[in-house]
């Protein structure tokens, strides 16, 4: 109740919501979870899953620190995320892209790829122009320096942000997961699927690209 007290139920309330609409939307986080939950199997897609998570932690961190104040007052330095990002998302999206049909096992994941994936999720999440956005933008509004420690008040809704990524996330890859060995057809669905969001992701990045372009 005292961690409560900190920020108060009823903004906790409205942070959740908050929170929530915007995981939800579709974006290049699950794309990324789901891609590599349909190219790896489901252990690839809690590794991505975690990187995910790990990445709206530093995030949380970034914001507590300050660094938000940097991308307001560092001329083109957002612009510059923005196209770094979509670069990356581009490249993400053309590995999907290469997908091949071929025999996988749920344990063919080695711990080095797992790794790997898990760290390509940071740089996904923390390339993400959408959550720089609401991290400097809509996170700061919630905190409340009066009602004592900030790195308390950061903590609490960290972890509201990671709770709702491994709930929508999680839940999506699992779904996918679920889905793909019902409809059968082998890895050849599970490639298609793969594919899907390898496009998909390639038109996030050209959107992104798009708007540091024309300030859209």
């Known amino acids: 109740m005292e961690l409560i007290s900190l920020i108060g139920p009823g903004q906790l309330w409205i942070f959740f919501i908050l929170v929530l609409g915007i995981i939800a939307l579709p974006g290049?986080?699950?794309?990324?979870?789901?891609?590599?939950?349909?190219?790896?199997?489901?252990?690839?897609?809690?590794?991505?899953?975690?990187?995910?998570?790990?990445?709206?932690?530093?995030?949380?961190?970034?914001?507590?620190?300050?660094?938000?104040?940097?991308?307001?007052?560092?001329?083109?330095?957002?612009?510059?995320?923005?196209?770094?990002g979509a670069a990356?998302?581009?490249?993400?999206?053309?590995?999907?892209?290469k997908a091949e049909p071929g025999p996988r096992s749920e344990h063919n994941a080695t711990a080095r790829s797992r790794i790997a994936t898990m760290g390509q999720g940071i740089i996904t999440c923390l390339l993400n122009p959408k959550a720089y956005f609401f991290m400097f933008a809509v996170f700061p509004q919630f905190i409340q320096p009066e009602k004592g420690s900030l790195g308390m008040q950061v903590i609490i809704l960290g972890m509201i942000i990671s709770f709702v990524q491994i709930a929508i996330y999680g839940g999506s890859a699992w779904a996918m997961s679920k889905l793909t060995r019902k409809l059968g057809d082998g890895r050849t669905l599970e490639v298609k699927l793969s594919r899907a969001m390898g496009v998909f992701l390639i038109l996030i990045a050209s959107l992104s690209i798009a708007r540091g372009i024309w300030g859209g």
């Open 28 to 84: 290049s986080d699950i794309a990324f979870v789901i891609g590599n939950t349909l190219a790896g199997g489901r252990s690839s897609g809690m590794a991505a899953l975690s990187g995910i998570v790990l990445g709206g932690i530093a995030h949380s961190l970034m914001a507590y620190l300050g660094i938000g104040l940097i991308l307001q007052t560092v001329p083109g330095a957002f612009s510059a995320m923005l196209f770094l």
């Open 88 to 97: 990356y998302l581009a490249w993400l999206g053309y590995q999907l892209l």
